[in-house]
């Protein structure tokens, strides 16, 4: 399982994955993306530099880049900085409690 948690600042996101490792989850199931940067990417490299996590896709042949954020329902033409968790279904509440509490303005259940 999932949840997607939207931040307006990175701080925040930054609390939460330091909350989240202090509450004993792993890193290394967590990803974090920028909203809003994917129509400046012009490459691989472009998106290393601002920190936009780019997933490969069958159009990246034909010069198109894809972001993680591009494949979440709802976060078109959103802005900010997403934080993905994977975790068991028996620690969701938990993850969206601290979630909350570090200042998510959405959570999606993905």
Do not use: C, W, Y
């Not at 998510?104 to 993905?110: F, H, K, L, S, T």
């Amino acid at each position: 399982m999932r949840l997607i948690a939207r931040f307006p600042h990175q701080e925040q996101a930054s609390a939460l994955i330091d909350s989240l490792i202090n509450a004993g989850f792993d890193r290394k199931d967590m990803l974090v993306s920028r909203l809003g940067e994917e129509e400046r990417i012009h490459s691989i490299e472009d998106a290393i530099d601002k920190g936009v996590i780019i997933i490969k896709t069958e159009r990246e042949g034909l010069g198109e880049l894809g972001s993680f954020a591009d494949g979440i329902p709802g976060l078109e033409g959103k802005t900010g900085i997403i934080v993905a968790v994977e975790m068991s279904k028996h620690d969701s509440i938990h993850v969206r409690e601290i979630m909350e509490e570090s200042g998510a303005i959405e959570i999606i259940q993905d």
